[in-house]
Nanobody, 121 residues
Framework: VQLQASGGGLVQAGGSLRLSCAASGLTFNNYYMGWFRQAPGKEREFVAGISRGGSSTRYADSVKGRFTIFRDNTKKVLYLQMNGLKPDDTAVYSC???????????????WGKGTQVTVSS
């Protein structure tokens, strides 16, 4: 199984980025998916999660109203649209897959390598 995140970069506060997570080696539409992030010196934290078909989503309070998670099951890609970015959003963002539930803790079945997002003030 491979989960490859991309789309990170350097952006000014208030700007936008769209992250992608390309999945391979698993039946993508059988898995709940999630985004997590880890800032320097901090623990990895849940950002957003989505159900298998995409009809149900969950968000961390810190990103509600600014971030949107969605997926394309035909392309096997998970997305995170990030608007209104803040310096506190600076972190390495990773995607995760879990067979049983939306991954909101760190015990997801599969993890991908992250992509760096840096928000300047």
């Amino acid at each position: 199984v491979q989960l490859q995140a991309s789309g990170g970069g350097l952006v000014q506060a208030g700007g936008s980025l769209r992250l992608s997570c390309a999945a391979s080696g698993l039946t993508f539409n059988n898995y709940y998916m999630g985004w997590f992030r880890q800032a320097p010196g901090k623990e990895r934290e849940f950002v957003a999660g989505i159900s298998r078909g995409g009809s149900s989503t969950r968000y961390a309070d810190s990103v509600k109203g600014r971030f949107t998670i969605f997926r394309d099951n035909t392309k096997k890609v998970l997305y995170l649209q990030m608007n209104g970015l803040k310096p506190d959003d600076t972190a390495v963002y990773s995607c995760a897959a879990d067979y049983d539930r939306i991954p909101i803790t760190l015990d997801a079945d599969y993890w991908g390598k992250g992509t760096q997002v840096t928000v300047s003030s």
